[in-house]
């Protein structure tokens, strides 16, 4: 049975640092597409970032780019989201989702669909207020 499971979240004051991990069983997560979604109370769940499995690109939503990071740990089977400088709109439960393809050869342009995942985490809560 493929499954995701999202560890990490919290409550953190604005501009403090938070690392989110998203551990996967059943699948062997290095080959195929990890992405992050979140989604705030009374809003639709949004794109974050994804680390690709055909080139090793990472993509980043524009809100998150140059703030948030994306890292595999292959021998762990396990994805991280690194956040810094947060803000309180970084609010939300956040979701790792694995696309397990096909992959078109201009995926930067497809990742942030959620209807192309095929397997989801069940999420992690977080918070950042002061």
């Known amino acids: 049975q493929m499954q995701l499971v999202e560890s990490g979240g919290g409550l953190v004051q604005p501009g403090g640092s938070l690392t989110l991990s998203c551990s996967g069983s059943g699948f062997t997560m290095s080959l195929y597409a990890i992405s992050w979604f979140r989604q705030a109370p009374g809003k639709e769940r949004e794109a974050v970032s994804c680390s690709s499995s055909t080139d090793g690109s990472s993509y980043y939503a524009a809100s998150v780019k140059g703030r948030f990071a994306i890292s595999r740990d292959n021998a762990k089977n396990t994805i991280h989201l690194h956040m810094n400088s947060l803000k309180p709109e970084d609010t939300g439960v956040y979701y790792c989702?694995?696309?397990?393809?096909?992959?078109?050869?201009?995926?930067?342009?497809?990742?942030?669909?959620?209807?192309?995942?095929?397997?989801w985490g069940q999420g992690t809560q977080v918070t950042v207020s002061a």
């Open positions: 989702a694995a696309d397990f393809g096909p992959y078109p050869p201009d995926y930067s342009n497809y990742w942030a669909d959620r209807g192309l995942y095929d397997t």
